[in-house]
């Protein structure tokens, strides 16, 4: 089973993740955030305390497929981290992303989730997929933003088109999509 749950910045979209496992102990949490600075290091201390101790993390945004073994449960937090820190490493700080890169990037963040994904179906496992909603806010201001935004856009709609279900979380309330 895959299970897509989006939603803003702070809607409870991990939380709702989680709590969907929480009465499990097979569970390994995919973390794809890159430890670059003291706020990142407290937001990563506060996830790794929100969810329990006898789950195994596995930090990563390549070669996902490597978190896979007995355990039966998977919680990828966030797909947004993931694309941004591949964007990121592809890119190599540059100022405009042509439209050759930007298939390149989309083509490589979908090729790292699709390598998990054919595998958890594969072994009959379970996986949520945490990712943000960007498409409800203002167009951003510079190019590299917008880029991101157009490419997580369609990220997520890959995702929520091969997912099994497909929730969005406001407020800390979810909502079935699919």
Excluded at 34 to 55: F, G, Q, T
Excluded at 64 to 71: S, T, V
Excluded at 131 to 139: A, K, P, Q, R
Aim: glycine share 4%.
């Amino acid at each position: 089973m895959i299970t897509l749950v989006t939603g803003g910045a702070r809607s409870g979209k991990s939380n709702f993740a989680q709590n969907r496992l929480l009465e499990k102990d097979d569970v390994v949490y995919i973390a794809t955030a890159k430890v670059e600075d003291s706020e990142m290091a407290d937001r990563v201390k506060r996830h790794k305390n929100s969810r329990p101790s006898s789950w195994r993390t596995f930090e990563a945004y390549y070669d996902l497929q490597n978190a896979l073994g007995e355990e039966n449960n998977y919680i990828l937090d966030c797909v947004t981290n993931l694309s941004s820190n591949i964007m990121f490493d592809l890119s190599k700080g540059i100022d405009c992303i042509d439209d050759n890169l930007q298939n390149m990037i989309e083509e490589e963040i979908l090729k790292q989730l699709n390598q998990l994904v054919l595998k958890i179906r594969k072994e009959n496992k379970n996986l949520i997929l945490v990712t943000n909603e960007l498409g409800d806010s203002i167009v951003p201001e510079n190019h590299i933003s917008r880029v991101f935004r157009d490419i997580q856009g369609r990220v997520n709609q890959k995702l929520a088109n091969i997912s099994d279900e497909v929730y969005i979380v406001i407020c800390g309330i979810e909502v079935k999509l699919k």
